[in-house]
């Protein structure tokens, strides 16, 4: 429903990269990827055997930290070829229906479904080469480490067992800064143009919900123009681009005819639902948004908050109150609502009828109808039914209370970057990898 920072902004990850399973347990959203933490200590303990802290100062010491880089290297890959073998594993568990039964269910009880395998001591060997891993005396492998790897991981079985069909994308922080719009001089509009022309369907999936074209407009104004630029030159033939806003609620797809005035043609529901959402009635979906906002309005009470509920025809929030005036939410503020909230709608009687998400926009609480791993699935369906090992998400919100994008790896293979930087980034390292160059 809204963005990040105007009316939008799990301890886990990756349907591929990091399979945890989502859990009712409002609480836990505070607790940390598991699976991220677990592999952080495996490579911890060739890091405190090998590192070479006293290199700087000992006799000999130039000869110790070069013998450091090889040893660590070698001990830091083998352990993520370990890690590698039991994925696997756990996929075979997977394909016969015993997934839980497989060692890695056993030593982290959180993980859930892998959608592809994982290249981890290749994609740990790119990223050392970057990132110089390794060679480092002081500081061990980070989280920020290992979450680029599994990224690296999940690109290149992606390009190996591909072909990628489909890309979605969140929209704040993801592809722009928080509350901005997708300029023209976005830089990662050339590597989406670059998608778009090898035939790689691509999907915005975001939580601002409008049923206006003009709206979305105004946020992607630059792709959606160098799309029509693009194809009006005849450098792209029937490029394929859908939006999808409120989580899962409101389809456009990209239309350069002269017709469509914001280069976005709204697709009825009735051409795209899931067998699912034509459970939904009316009267769940208002009793859902009901309880919610009184949730929200106990929370505003409770904390203090100046702020104003916003009530959409598929969703709820607060934004500041006061105008040009209004305070910033604090995060603990945020966090507290997104929770409350939360626990406030699992426990009531019409949210266990509706799938619904509740998020942390940044300065702004949200709850949708729906969420992102059926916005996911609802592009899969539309655009000729792929499949999620044949489909990458790219977000950044999967570890904060109320993030979003969390829901999405059930529905395909992910990628969690930091900002839109770390989206470029992610691009052209997809391109590489699939042996076409980054740069053009």
């Known amino acids: 429903m809204g963005t990040k920072s105007e009316l939008f902004h799990a301890d886990t990850k990756h349907a591929t990269i990091i399979g945890q399973s989502p859990s009712g347990d409002a609480l836990k959203t505070h607790r940390r990827d598991q699976l991220i933490e677990w592999i952080k200590g495996l490579l911890a303990v060739p890091f405190v055997l090998h590192s070479q802290p006293t290199a700087a100062y000992d006799e000999g010491g130039e ?46 009880p959180s993980v859930g479904m892998f959608f592809t395998p994982l290249l981890l001591k290749e994609a740990f060997q790119f990223q050392d080469g970057r990132r110089k891993i390794s060679s480092r005396r002081f500081v061990p492998p980070s989280f920020n480490d290992i979450r680029l790897i599994l990224n690296t991981a999940q690109i290149m079985s992606l390009v190996r067992d591909g072909p990628l069909q489909l890309v979605t994308f969140d929209g704040d922080v993801t592809l722009y800064d928080d509350g901005e719009s997708l300029t023209e001089n976005n830089p990662v509009i050339p590597r989406i143009l670059r998608l778009l022309s090898q035939g790689i369907k691509v999907g915005i999936v975001t939580a601002a919900g409008y049923t206006d074209a003009s709206r979305y407009h105004e946020r992607l104004y630059g792709l959606l123009e160098a799309i029509r630029t693009a194809v009006t030159q005849g450098e792209m033939r029937s490029p394929t681009l859908v939006v999808l806003g409120g989580e899962s609620n409101y389809l456009f797809a990209f239309d350069a005819s002269s017709q469509s005035q914001h280069l976005l043609k709204y697709i009825p529901r009735n051409m795209w639902m899931l067998e699912e959402m034509k459970l939904w009635t009316e009267m769940d979906v208002e009793a859902l948004l009901d309880v919610a906002e009184g949730a929200l309005r106990q929370c505003v009470t409770n904390l203090g908050l100046s702020a104003e509920i916003l009530r959409k025809e598929r969703a709820v929030g607060i934004v500041p109150g006061g105008g040009s005036d209004a305070r910033k939410f604090t995060r603990e503020q945020l966090e507290e609502t997104v929770l409350v909230t939360q626990q406030i709608v699992e426990m009531s009687p019409a949210g266990g009828k509706l799938p619904f998400c509740a998020f942390n926009g940044g300065n702004d ?67 590489f990898h699939a042996g076409s160059d980054p740069h053009t």
């Open 63 to 108: 000869v110790l930290a070069k013998l450091m880089a090889p040893t660590a290297n070698r001990r830091y890959a083998e352990i993520m070829h370990d890690v590698e073998e039991l994925i696997n594993d756990h996929i075979s568990h997977q394909k016969k229906g015993t997934h839980g039964r497989s060692k890695l269910k056993l030593l982290i």
């Open 365 to 431: 609480v949200f709850v949708d109808i729906g969420d992102k791993s059926l916005g996911v699935q609802v592009c899969q369906r539309y655009l000729g039914g792929i499949e999620g090992s044949k489909t990458l998400h790219v977000g950044d919100q999967f570890l904060s209370a109320g993030a979003n994008d969390f829901k999405a790896r059930l529905a395909c293979t992910t990628a969690w970057i930091a900002s839109p930087t770390e989206t470029v980034e992610l691009l052209d390292e997809l391109a």
